[in-house]
């Protein structure tokens, strides 16, 4: 048997390495007015193999795929699985008064995560990770005529974001299991203000209203996962999770501030006419529930249906409610590998697709449907059987999506494409050596 190699060591430093970076160094190039609402804009909250398949992935498990989604998966993990990816989505607004279009694209990390088996025999694994949650970033400017004032251009603007770091662990039966996750989430919202009167006779001072707000706490989420054979080569899958609500901690400061604009030093702070800082309060973050069902053929197809619900109007900031509501996402998905056994690479890589549809939870005038088509596969390093059979199996995986937020009976239409790539990379560590 074989212990833990230096250079699988080396990969994982690495690539941890690489993550943390990303997360400080993420595209500038957003906009998305949208996720000026809420908590903003909600990141996949799949893995990679799992959103090519329309984000099916509440009954779906294999040896060396982690699925955070329902932690009752990690019960079937058989090896030790570092899994790592990176988003990049672009967007086009069009709005319709005035008639505009905008284009924007980032880049985000999607997740890092390892997942190892605690005991196969009893079926126990575990999973620790850290992902992105949602998302706010947008810039809008709006000119206006005031009485007595010639015009005044308001800029509204706004970052920040929500992410959770994770330890889960599931454990069952042949036919049942169930699992856990807890961990941190924590984040910031920072909105801005600013407003310019344009007068000819007068001078008027430039406003700018700040709006920053901290936030972190606890969370639990938990699933359950039920298999038996329906055939000979047929499998039934079921599986159901829920992430449930919970409230967060925050710290907010508010400034109300005049400020004068210099070519060489930017934005300067004139005169502060009001501050208020370090005030306590709670974010209630509302509660998920999901279930789904697969059916599969051994090493040949799956089909997956989804059906999940988030409760978004027990959202509260402070308090105070915001312009969301509940939604509800379905998904169907699916997955083949054309012949496993043979001695052709494109006869072994998995190929997925499905989609998604619902009305997305931001509330703003009409109602906002959701929609996208997904699509991709996982390519194998090392050839599929010979891989499980030697403990090691190395996957480059991909995931594509193109949908809609919005339609014609909207002001604002945001149509979106993403492009998701990671590794999953599995072998058997951890295990002391027999021979030496």
């Known amino acids: 048997m074989r212990s833990v190699s230096i250079t699988n060591c080396r990969k994982l430093i690495l690539f941890s390495s690489i993550f943390l970076v990303k997360y400080g160094a993420v595209s500038a190039q957003e906009n998305s007015p949208y996720s000026r609402y809420g908590l903003g804009d909600i990141v996949p909250g799949q893995n990679i193999v799992n959103r090519a398949m ?20 990690y019960a079937r993990l058989k090896y030790t699985t570092f899994d790592v990816g990176l988003d990049y989505t672009g967007r086009t607004l069009k709005a319709t008064n005035p008639v505009r279009t905008l284009n924007s694209g980032y880049l985000i990390p999607s997740y890092i995560q ?39 251009l308001t800029t509204f603007s706004g970052q920040g974001g929500s992410y959770q770091a994770y330890m889960g662990t599931g454990i069952g039966s042949k036919h049942f299991t169930v699992g856990i996750n807890a961990g941190y989430s924590f984040g910031s919202k ?23 707000t901290f936030f972190g706490g606890f969370f639990v989420h938990a699933g359950a ?7 000979k080569n047929l499998s039934l899958k079921l599986g159901a999770f829920a992430q449930f609500k919970n409230s967060l901690n925050a710290s907010r400061k508010i400034i109300r501030e005049s400020f004068e604009y210099t070519a060489s030093s930017g934005e300067i702070q004139k005169d502060s006419v009001y501050i208020s800082d370090d005030n306590k309060g709670k974010i ?39 312009q969301v509501k509940d939604s509800w996402l379905f998904r169907l998905g699916g997955s083949v590998i054309p012949n496993y056994k043979s001695t052709s ?8 697709a499905g989609f998604y549809m619902g009305p997305d939870y931001i509330a703003v005038g009409k109602n906002l449907p959701l929609y996208a088509v997904t699509f991709g596969a996982s390519f194998p390093v090392r050839k599929y059987g010979y891989s499980l059979y030697s403990g090691q199996y ?12 919005g339609n014609k009976n909207n002001s604002l239409r945001e149509n ?9 990379l599995s072998d058997i560590w951890f295990i002391k050596r027999t021979y030496q």
């Open 114 to 152: 390892v997942g190892f088996p605690l005991s196969k025999k009893n079926n126990w694994g575990m999973n620790i990770g850290l992902r992105p949650l949602t998302r706010i970033n947008y810039e809008l400017q709006e000119a206006t005529r005031l009485p007595g004032i010639d015009s005044a």
């Open 345 to 352: 690479y494109w006869a072994q890589v998995q190929y997925r």
């Open 416 to 424: 979106f494409y993403r492009i998701s790539v990671g590794l999953s």
């Open 54 to 73: 329309g984000g099916a992935a509440a009954s779906y498990y294999d040896p060396v795929t982690v699925n955070f989604v329902n932690p009752a998966s």
């Open 284 to 322: 209630i973050m509302p509660a998920t529930y999901g279930a789904a069902i697969t059916i599969e053929k051994d090493l040949t197809w799956s089909v997956s249906a989804e059906y999940s619900l988030s409760q978004w109007s027990d959202y509260r900031y402070y308090d105070q409610k915001d």
């Open 225 to 231: 996962q039920y298999s038996t054979r329906i055939g």
């Open 190 to 212: 920072n909105y801005v203000t600013e407003r310019v009167f344009i007068n000819d006779s007068v001078l008027y001072e430039k406003g700018k209203w700040a709006d920053s």
């Open 394 to 405: 190395t996957s480059i995986n991909t995931a594509f999506e193109i949908g809609s937020r």
